[in-house]
């Protein structure tokens, strides 16, 4: 069991890698989160957004909606309507937790609500995530598999029948699947600054995307997890508010956000740019227990002159330890760069580590040596095989 997390604010090209580990895997399993992420898969000339189904579903692999997800059944029926069109068949293959829970069309106005009364706006997506999650733990949510029981509109109720075939106790689908010694991948959506434990508190969504959430989301336990790969876009970025300590108000800024085509897949907002943050690698190294790296978009420095990496944080004069709790400490502090030289080459037609421009591969060797874990896989394009292994 190999659990796939993301290691910034979300948006690390998760989707991608997710699809490429797919090939080997029997099972793909999302485990929290619901209709605010968003992940494109290329595949040849076919773009597929996707929201909620895992993007194992583009490889006719299995996939499962766990017991940690909030789904929107109108939103999931849309997607699967969508899917369908295009030639994937998903009955049979595409499973939902009973125990889910559903996200319903109150949940969707009290997140506006909630957002419009807050002074600092978290820039939630809007897709009633965090009431659903509330209602969850208040004990007073909607599971899919009691739909029947529930008093849902009439829209909720037929998209509810639709989805009805895909009903499953997934957990112990997954509990048999596990015994049998399949290979099951668990994909976390966001990522570990947006946890709702770990991340930057209140700018975080309603889940636990870091790998701890993969088994209590899913149902499996914790001495199955073989492996987490953590996926480290190398610069960084983030949509929505909150401190983010290497943003690039510049046009050095501009020119990742334009070359990585920075915009959110579920609400186009523009993205924020950065530097690469390796007190957050690091942290999110920890916290997850990352054994190795994906390193994505790496074409998408080209072209500059010299790139920064952040190696530290300073705050009143001292170096800080770990990673702040505080919001007024992330908003003041110092990032202390690194700055290595660039190359100007395109990566896009790179298949091999050796093909990359030496500086490109120093790059990715300060990563590994500052976080003390290799890389395991380096992405230099939207295509499947613009993924090199080192
Ligand atoms: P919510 O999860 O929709 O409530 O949004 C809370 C915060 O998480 C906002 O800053 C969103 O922009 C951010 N967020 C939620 N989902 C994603 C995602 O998939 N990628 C990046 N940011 C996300
Ligand atoms: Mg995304």
């Given amino acids: ?26 099972w793909i399993v999302r485990y929290q989160g619901g209709n605010n992420a968003g992940h494109t898969v290329i595949v040849g000339e076919e773009t597929f957004k996707l929201h909620l189904v895992p993007s194992g579903i583009c490889r006719n692999k299995r996939s499962i909606l766990g017991n940690g997800v909030v789904l929107n059944p109108i939103a999931l029926v849309n997607e699967l309507e969508a899917l369908h069109a295009r030639g994937f068949q ?29 002074s600092q706006k978290v820039g939630t997506t809007g897709k009633g995530i965090g009431p659903a999650y509330m209602a969850k733990v208040a004990r007073s949510g909607v599971r899919a598999g009691a739909w029947q029981t529930a008093e849902l509109n009439a829209e909720e109720q037929a998209a509810m029948q639709k989805l009805r075939p895909y009903l499953a106790n997934t957990e112990h ?37 870091s790998s701890g959430g993969a088994c209590t989301g899913s149902g499996l336990p914790p001495t199955a997890v073989r492996s987490v790969t953590g996926i480290l876009k190398a610069y960084t970025t983030r949509v929505g508010n909150g401190p983010f300590p290497t943003e690039l108000t510049d046009d050095t800024g501009t020119y990742l956000q334009q070359q990585g085509h920075e915009f959110g897949t579920t609400t186009g907002r523009i993205r924020r740019c950065g530097w690469l943050d390796l007190v957050m690698a690091n942290y999110a190294r920890r916290i997850n227990g990352i054994t190795e790296w994906a390193i994505t978009k790496l074409d998408v420095l080209s072209g500059l002159e010299q790139i920064q990496v952040c190696t530290a944080y300073q705050h009143q004069g001292q170096t800080l330890a770990g990673y702040p709790s505080q919001l007024q400490t992330l908003e003041n502090l110092t990032p202390i760069y690194t700055s290595l030289p660039g190359w100007s080459e395109s990566l896009a037609e790179c298949r091999q580590l050796s093909d990359l421009p030496a500086n490109a591969r120093h790059y990715l060797n300060f990563i590994a040596e500052q976080t003390h874990t290799p890389i395991a896989y380096v992405s230099v394009g939207p295509e499947r095989n613009q993924t090199l292994m080192p």
């Fill in 90 to 118: 998903t009955e049979g293959r595409f499973f939902i937790s009973e125990r889910a829970h559903l996200i319903l069309h109150q949940h969707l106005a009290q997140d506006q609500a909630e957002e419009a009364g807050r």
């Fill in 1 to 26: 069991m190999q659990i796939i997390v993301g290691a910034q604010w979300g948006d690390e090209g998760k989707g991608k890698i997710v699809d490429y580990l797919s090939e080997h895997a029997d």
């Fill in 173 to 209: 689908l997954l509990h048999e699947a596990l015994e049998k010694g399949e290979h099951i991948l668990l994909e976390g959506a966001q990522g570990t600054f947006l946890d709702i434990d770990h991340g930057t508190y209140p700018f975080v969504t309603s889940s636990n995307c």
